[in-house]
Protein backbone atom coordinates (compact mmCIF):
# COMPACT_ATOMS: atom_id res chain seq x y z
CA UNK A 1 0.00 0.00 0.00
CA UNK A 2 1.38 3.45 -0.84
CA UNK A 3 1.46 6.21 1.61
CA UNK A 4 2.62 9.38 -0.75
CA UNK A 5 1.49 12.97 0.95
CA UNK A 6 -0.91 14.22 -0.85
CA UNK A 7 -3.15 10.87 -2.18
CA UNK A 8 -0.09 10.51 -4.91
CA UNK A 9 0.52 7.16 -6.65
CA UNK A 10 3.86 5.05 -6.19
CA UNK A 11 5.93 4.80 -9.38
CA UNK A 12 4.92 1.05 -10.91
CA UNK A 13 7.93 0.07 -10.98
CA UNK A 14 9.94 1.44 -8.43
CA UNK A 15 7.22 1.63 -5.86
CA UNK A 16 9.25 5.34 -4.74
CA UNK A 17 7.13 8.30 -3.83
CA UNK A 18 7.44 10.96 -5.90
CA UNK A 19 7.10 13.30 -3.52
CA UNK A 20 7.01 13.60 0.54
CA UNK A 21 5.24 10.54 2.75
CA UNK A 22 2.07 10.95 4.67
CA UNK A 23 2.41 11.79 8.16
CA UNK A 24 3.50 8.92 10.49
CA UNK A 25 4.99 7.53 6.88
CA UNK A 26 8.71 7.04 6.00
CA UNK A 27 11.29 5.24 3.69
CA UNK A 28 11.38 4.98 -0.01
CA UNK A 29 8.09 3.80 -0.67
CA UNK A 30 6.66 5.44 2.49
CA UNK A 31 6.98 1.78 3.76
CA UNK A 32 7.20 1.94 7.21
CA UNK A 33 5.38 3.57 10.05
CA UNK A 34 7.10 6.26 12.51
CA UNK A 35 6.63 6.05 15.91
CA UNK A 36 5.99 8.83 18.63
CA UNK A 37 9.19 9.81 19.95
CA UNK A 38 8.58 11.83 23.13
CA UNK A 39 11.87 14.02 25.11
CA UNK A 40 11.40 13.24 28.73
CA UNK A 41 9.74 16.36 29.41
CA UNK A 42 5.74 17.34 29.61
CA UNK A 43 6.42 19.06 26.08
CA UNK A 44 6.32 17.67 22.83
CA UNK A 45 8.97 18.59 20.25
CA UNK A 46 7.72 18.24 17.02
CA UNK A 47 10.92 18.30 15.80
CA UNK A 48 12.11 14.87 17.82
CA UNK A 49 10.17 13.00 14.81
CA UNK A 50 9.65 15.13 11.81
CA UNK A 51 12.10 12.51 9.84
CA UNK A 52 14.10 15.57 8.96
CA UNK A 53 17.70 15.03 10.64
CA UNK A 54 18.54 19.11 10.11
CA UNK A 55 15.81 20.07 12.55
CA UNK A 56 17.53 18.27 15.01
CA UNK A 57 17.24 19.13 19.00
CA UNK A 58 20.18 20.49 20.88
CA UNK A 59 19.72 19.31 24.15
CA UNK A 60 22.89 18.45 26.67
CA UNK A 61 21.29 18.26 29.53
CA UNK A 62 18.62 15.73 28.66
CA UNK A 63 20.06 12.29 30.24
CA UNK A 64 18.11 10.24 27.94
CA UNK A 65 15.15 9.78 25.67
CA UNK A 66 11.79 7.75 26.21
CA UNK A 67 10.42 6.26 22.85
CA UNK A 68 6.79 5.52 23.86
CA UNK A 69 4.76 3.27 20.94
CA UNK A 70 1.05 3.99 20.97
CA UNK A 71 0.26 0.61 20.37
CA UNK A 72 2.29 -2.93 19.73
CA UNK A 73 5.04 -3.39 17.35
CA UNK A 74 7.46 -5.63 16.33
CA UNK A 75 10.62 -3.63 16.07
CA UNK A 76 13.43 -4.87 14.00
CA UNK A 77 15.70 -1.70 13.66
CA UNK A 78 15.99 1.80 14.67
CA UNK A 79 16.80 5.23 13.35
CA UNK A 80 18.85 7.42 15.66
CA UNK A 81 20.17 10.57 14.51
CA UNK A 82 22.86 12.16 16.62
CA UNK A 83 25.70 14.66 16.05
CA UNK A 84 28.51 12.47 18.11
CA UNK A 85 27.80 8.61 17.86
CA UNK A 86 30.17 8.03 20.31
CA UNK A 87 27.99 9.86 23.25
CA UNK A 88 24.92 6.93 22.44
CA UNK A 89 24.48 4.42 24.85
CA UNK A 90 22.34 2.20 23.72
CA UNK A 91 22.64 -0.48 26.21
CA UNK A 92 19.36 -0.77 28.19
CA UNK A 93 15.37 -0.73 27.15
CA UNK A 94 12.70 -0.69 29.78
CA UNK A 95 9.67 -2.11 29.34
CA UNK A 96 6.39 -1.11 29.72
CA UNK A 97 5.48 -3.02 32.99
CA UNK A 98 8.83 -1.53 34.64
CA UNK A 99 10.72 -4.97 33.87
CA UNK A 100 14.21 -4.22 32.17
CA UNK A 101 15.59 -6.02 28.94
CA UNK A 102 18.56 -6.58 28.15
CA UNK A 103 19.46 -5.58 24.49
CA UNK A 104 22.05 -6.17 22.02
CA UNK A 105 22.76 -3.55 19.27
CA UNK A 106 24.26 -4.03 16.61
CA UNK A 107 25.40 -0.36 15.37
CA UNK A 108 26.60 1.06 12.04
CA UNK A 109 27.35 4.37 11.17
CA UNK A 110 26.03 5.26 8.08
CA UNK A 111 26.50 8.41 6.43
CA UNK A 112 26.65 10.92 9.01
CA UNK A 113 25.14 12.07 11.11
CA UNK A 114 22.68 8.75 11.08
CA UNK A 115 23.04 5.97 13.78
CA UNK A 116 21.18 2.55 12.55
CA UNK A 117 20.35 -0.07 15.44
CA UNK A 118 19.46 -3.62 15.13
CA UNK A 119 17.91 -4.58 18.15
CA UNK A 120 17.66 -8.08 19.94
CA UNK A 121 15.70 -7.97 23.29
CA UNK A 122 16.46 -10.56 26.06
CA UNK A 123 15.26 -10.49 29.41
CA UNK A 124 17.35 -9.79 31.95
Known amino acids: MCHCKYQRQCDRTTGTCPGPCESGWFG ?3 QYASAEVRPPTSVMLKSWHDNNHTTCQRTPSLPHILIKL ?3 FAVTWLRIVVK ?3 NVDLRRCHYAS ?5 CEFSLSEGTSPKLQARIDISKL
Not at 98 to 102: A, D, N, P, Q, W
Open 28 to 30: PAC
Open 70 to 72: KET
Open 84 to 86: NAE
Open 98 to 102: GLIFL
